[in-house]
Nanobody, 124 residues
């Protein structure tokens, strides 16, 4: 499966942004969003199960970001509200065909496919 992330841009602190991740085929995968800031390791942001019934967020974005999927469009979204300068990063979407385990969805080896990333810059 090929993943194409989009929707990044330059916004001010407090603004909202919605990222999209379009898959080349049916999204019969668990999906995740990660981000990587300059000079830092890639970190988990959010994940959603194949059925959409389970979502999981990092503490740093919980309550501000929402992950959702629209399988009819083979697309996963990351709605980001109340953005902060520390949210500045390249955001990557990823897909996994492995069994869902909460302790595993937060690490990169859980995912089999990755998109190319979209840059989000939040100015103060």
């Amino acid at each position: 499966v090929q993943l194409q992330a989009s929707g990044g841009g330059l916004v001010q602190a407090g603004d909202s942004l919605r990222l999209s991740c379009a898959a080349s085929g049916r999204t019969l995968y668990h999906m995740g969003w990660f981000r990587q800031a300059p000079g830092k390791e890639r970190e988990f942001v959010a994940a959603i199960s194949r059925s959409g019934s389970i979502t999981y967020y990092s503490d740093s974005v919980k309550g501000r970001f929402t992950i959702a999927r629209e399988d009819a469009k083979n697309t996963v979204y990351l709605q980001m509200n109340t953005l902060k300068p520390e949210d500045t990063a390249v955001y990557y979407c990823a897909a996994s065909a492995r069994p869902w385990v909460s302790v595993s969805v937060i690490v990169t080896p859980f995912y089999d496919y990755w998109g190319q990333g979209t840059l989000v810059t939040v100015s103060s």
